[in-house]
C-alpha cells in the first residue's frame, strides 16, 4: 500500500515540478504578486496627494469680502484663479476642463463648490480647509479677536511615536504611517500568497482527476491502485510541489530581508520577523491539505472543468471573503468577526495569519485554529475518499451535491 501511494505520490510531484511554469512561477510569483499589491496601493496614494499640482480653480465674483479672501489666500497657496461675474462661463469652463471646478458664495456665510467630478479627496479637503480658516477668521474679527493671534495660539503640534520592545527593554522613535503601511500591506501580502496557492493548487487536483476520469485512464489506475490511495497521492504529491516552492519563497524572503537590514540598518518590522514567515508556511500547509481534499471530491463528482467549476463555488467564496476583509481585520484583529473566521477552518488560513501578521493573538485562540484545522483536514480527507471512490467511476451525468451527500451514506 505504501509503495503505490508512495509511486502516485512522486508521479504527481514530478508532474507539476518538471515543468518549465513552476520554475517560472517559483522565481518570479513573488515579485508578481507583490505588484499587484504594491502598484495599485502606491498608484491610489500619489492619486491623492497633487500638492505638486498646479490646480484651476473658477470663482463666482460678487464683491464679498469673504470671497476676496478665499481668493487671496487660494492664489497665496499656489492655484490658478479664475474669477467670472457669469456662472454660466464657470459651466463652459468646467464642461472644458479648463477648471476644476468652482465656489460659489451663497450670502449665508458659506460656500458651495460645482463639478463634473466632485470625488476628488484633496481638492475637496483642501478647499474646505481655506474656506474653514476664512470664515473662522471673519468669526474671531467680528468677536474683536485677531486670527493671527488666535491662529498662533491653536498651531498643531506633532506626536512623535516610539516603539517599545520587550527583548531589549528599549524604546526607538518610529513612523506612525510607515507602521500603518506595514499593518496593512505585510498581512495583505500574506493573504494573497495563501489564496493564490490554494486557488492554483487546490484547482490543479481537480482538473488532474476531471482529467483521467473524461479519458478513461483512471480504469487503468484502479486496476492497481485503490481509490484512496490514488487521492492522497494526488494531494500529498501536490502538496509536496506547493511546499517546495513556498520554502523557497521564505528563505529567499528571509535572506532578503536580512540582507537589506543590515546594508540599510533598516529596522526589520515585526511583521517580517522570521516567526511570521513559519506562521505563513504552517497555514499553507494545512489550508492546502484541506482545500486539496475538497477539490479532488469535487473532481471525481465532475463530468468536466466546467462543472467542477459550478460545484467549487462554496469554496472560491470561503476564499474571496477573507479577501474583502483583509482592511476590516487589520484595522480591528481583535473583533469578533474577525475570531469567528480565524476558526473557522475552511477561512481560518488567511484570516488568522492576517491577525498573526498584524497583532498578537493569544496562544489559545492560534492553538485551537490549528486544532480546527487538523481535525477538518482528516475528516474531510476521510468523507473525500469516499465520495471519490464511487463518484471517480461514474460519467455521463452533472452530478449535484445531493448525489455527494447520499454517496456518503453508502457503506
Known sequence: MKSKLSTVLAYEFKKIVCKKS????????????????????????????????????????????????????????????????????????????????YLVYDGTKAFGYYAEDTGDLYVHSALENVISNVLIS???????????????????????????????????ESDSQSDYFMRLIVPMFFAMTIYMALLLYGQSIGRSVVSEKSSKIVDVLLSSVRPEELLMGKIFGVALSGILQFAIWIVFALVGVSVFSSL?????????????????????????????AFYGAIGA???????????????????????????????????????????????????????????????WQLILSIVLLVASIYLVMKLAAKIFRVGILLTGKNFKFADMFRWLKEK
Not at 35 to 60: K, Q, T
Not at 150 to 171: G, N, P
Not at 267 to 289: N, R
Open 301 to 363: 463528482a465532475s463530468e468536466d472543468e466546467q462543472h467542477m467549476g459550478q460545484l467549487s463555488y462554496p469554496l472560491l467564496l470561503c476564499l474571496i471573503v477573507p479577501i474583502c476583509l483583509i482592511s476590516s481585520i487589520t484595522s480591528n484583529p481583535d473583533s469578533m468577526l474577525a475570531l469567528i473566521l480565524s476558526e473557522f477552518p475552511l477561512t481560518s488560513p488567511m484570516v488568522m495569519l492576517t491577525r498573526v501578521a498584524c497583532s498578537a493573538v493569544p496562544a
Open 264 to 292: 540599510t540598518g533598516f529596522s526589520i518590522p515585526v511583521q517580517l520577523s522570521a516567526d511570521k514567515f513559519i506562521f505563513l508556511g504552517v497555514f499553507f500547509v494545512l489550508g492546502f491539505l484541506l482545500f486539496g
Open 22 to 101: 513552476f520554475i517560472v512561477v517559483t522565481i518570479l510569483g513573488p515579485f508578481l504578486l507583490a505588484a499587484i499589491i504594491l502598484v495599485p496601493s502606491l498608484a491610489s496614494i500619489n492619486s491623492v496627494d497633487r500638492s505638486d499640482e498646479v490646480i484651476s480653480i473658477g470663482i463666482l465674483q460678487d464683491g464679498n469680502n469673504l470671497t476676496y479672501a478665499v481668493r487671496d489666500t487660494l492664489s497665496a497657496s499656489g492655484w490658478n484663479i479664475i474669477e467670472e461675474t457669469s456662472e454660466e462661463k464657470l459651466k463652459s469652463a468646467v464642461y472644458d476642463k479648463s477648471i476644476e471646478g
Open 138 to 172: 471673519d468669526r474671531l474679527l467680528e468677536n474683536g479677536i485677531d486670527p493671527q493671534t488666535a491662529f498662533s495660539l491653536m498651531e498643531k503640534t506633532s506626536l512623535a511615536s516610539y516603539k517599545l520592545s520587550q527583548e531589549s527593554s528599549t524604546a526607538s
